[in-house]
């Protein structure tokens, strides 16, 4: 019990430092700009004006997540670590886990906010436009909740053993193998079965693709805005089951964070 109540004050004053981080606020109201710049889009393009604005509210939901996690995650671990406040921190019974854990829930937290935020602005915005505003749009929205999730683990992942720009570096590394992994495995063996390469490149390439398939989270799963817009059903069961891909991911990469964040020496 000791130990989720050192992870829940750690979350907390998290929470509390990340919402008056400036870098925040900045990201925030770019994608309510944005959001509310979706009706403009939608009075301008050739495509129906609905599909105009759901499509590019998710993407700038997405977007905005995505740099929440990177350019605020990221520095929760090095903050702590340049300003040499890790000391007093690690110096009372606070485990090293906890307090990953800790600043990993804390930005989930931030994270869910401003994803709530931008849905109430985002129906509003459907309600006032005429947009159908139907509630599967939610599902999209949770689904990117979970992609978030398993980004800010990544994130802390990297900056528990290095550098800020690295950090920043490998995260969108993993960010856009994770969306094109597998798209790359279907075109090489698409191009496997038209015969585009030898016998050796298909089996090296077909290998190295099913690697990259593997090991990087498939965050292209989380992408549904097709399905909703259009109004589609998702398949039986798929919310549970990428639910559950998305815990799992997340608890190896904070699992790693937290051992390799142990092992580091910051005297």
């Known amino acids: 019990m000791q130990t989720f109540k050192h992870i829940g004050v750690i979350a907390l004053n998290t929470f509390r430092e990340s919402i008056r981080d400036k870098i925040l606020y900045n990201i925030g109201f770019l994608a309510i700009a944005l959001a ?26 997405s977007l905005s997540g995505l740099l929440i996690s990177i350019f605020v995650g990221i520095s929760l671990v090095q ?5 040499r406040t890790v000391l007093t921190l690690l110096s009372k019974p606070i485990s090293r886990a906890s307090f990953i854990v800790g600043k990993y829930l804390g930005l989930l937290a931030v994270v869910a906010v401003h994803l709530v935020l931008l849905t109430c602005i985002f ?3 459907l309600f006032l436009t005429g947009s159908d505003p139907t509630l599967s749009l939610l599902n999209a ?4 909740f979970c992609e978030m999730a398993i980004v800010i683990s990544v994130a802390l992942l990297f900056s528990s053993f290095s550098s800020t720009v690295l950090s920043a570096l490998f995260t969108l590394g993993v960010y856009f193998a994770g969306h094109l992994s597998n798209q790359l495995l279907e075109q090489v063996r698409f191009a496997s079965r038209m015969g585009e390469m030898d016998g ?11 690697v990259i398939h593997a090991v990087f989270p498939g965050l292209y799963r989380y992408n549904v805005t097709n399905y909703v817009v259009h109004g589609l059903a998702l398949p039986d069961m798929y919310m549970f089951w990428n639910t ?3 815990i799992g991911y997340t608890g190896v990469f904070l699992a790693i964070a937290s051992w390799w964040f142990s092992r580091r020496d910051f005297l």
């Open 200 to 210: 050796t490149s298909t089996a090296i390439f077909e290998k190295a693709a099913v």
């Open 123 to 125: 129906y509003v915005v």
């Open 244 to 246: 559950v891909y998305a």
């Open 36 to 61: 509310l710049f979706s009706i403009v889009l939608g009075e301008w393009s050739v495509f129906d004006r609905s599909y105009m604005i759901k499509s590019v509210t998710l993407s700038v939901m």
């Open 79 to 83: 903050k702590e670590i340049k300003g």
């Open 141 to 144: 929205v949770y689904l990117i």
